[in-house]
């Protein structure tokens, strides 16, 4: 299961409701093509840092999706490229980074229950724990 | 020029993953004119170094951060 961050911002003129019709039909849409929706962050209007067509301010908002091998991300894009009132968008696969930021946090902790037990054991040196753990 | 003695600040909190989104702490590793702080200024880690650099880039293209500034 590969887990997708997309983001998209939208033109700043669109209302309350054209905001949520638009985040309704792409996350429709990504649900059609088969991925689960794990969350939907609207985080709102913000400025811009440069204008992007002119506009100085848009609408951010940030999808969580989870799918096997990106139909659904696909076809989001697409639409996304074709959709006037979309002016950035970005699509980003996080299940790596979230599997290797796992693994650190594993072989931390690991690291950390091997030193305690360690220390706990008497004087006599224990032999440097050859534990191979993945 | 502040010349941080040793440490990378995202080894020191063990950080793992450097997100686009989070603009207060790319932001620190962006001075004036919205360039990317070189390692032997800011003190960061290779690996890090790496993630942080692409985190402030994807952000530049949301136009999270700018691209040059004043």
């Given at each position: 299961m590969r887990r997708y961050e997309v983001v998209f911002v939208l033109a700043p003129r669109l209302s309350e409701e054209e905001v949520k019709q638009a985040v309704e039909t792409f996350s429709g849409?990504?649900?059609?093509?088969?991925?689960t929706v794990l969350n939907i962050d609207e985080v709102g209007k913000r400025r811009l840092a440069y204008p992007i067509k002119k506009f100085n301010e848009g609408?951010?908002?940030?999808?969580l999706l989870e799918e096997e091998a990106g139909a659904a991300v696909a076809e989001l894009?697409?639409?996304?490229?074709?959709?006037?009132?979309?002016?950035r968008f970005?699509?980003?696969?996080?299940?790596?980074?979230?599997k290797r930021a796992d693994k650190f946090k594993?072989?931390?902790?690991?690291?950390?229950?091997?030193?305690a037990l360690a220390r706990e054991a008497k004087p006599a040196e224990p032999r440097p724990a050859a534990a191979t753990e993945e | 020029m502040a010349r941080r003695r040793k440490y990378c600040k995202f080894c020191a909190d063990k950080v793992d993953y450097i997100d686009y989104k989070d603009i207060k702490t790319l932001s620190q590793y962006t001075p004036e004119r919205a360039k990317v702080l070189p390692?032997?200024?800011?003190?960061?880690?290779?690996?890090?170094?790496?993630?942080?650099?692409?985190?402030?880039?994807?952000?530049?293209?949301?136009?999270?951060?700018?691209?040059?500034?004043?």
């Open positions: 849409a990504a649900e059609e093509k088969g991925a609408i951010y908002v940030v999808l894009e697409r639409r996304f490229r074709v959709t006037d009132t979309v002016i970005l699509t980003i696969r996080i299940d790596q980074h979230l594993d072989r931390r902790e690991a690291r950390k229950a091997r030193r | 390692r032997r200024i800011s003190g960061v880690c290779a690996p890090h170094q790496r993630k942080l650099t692409m985190a402030i880039k994807r952000a530049r293209h949301l136009a999270l951060l700018p691209f040059a500034g004043d």
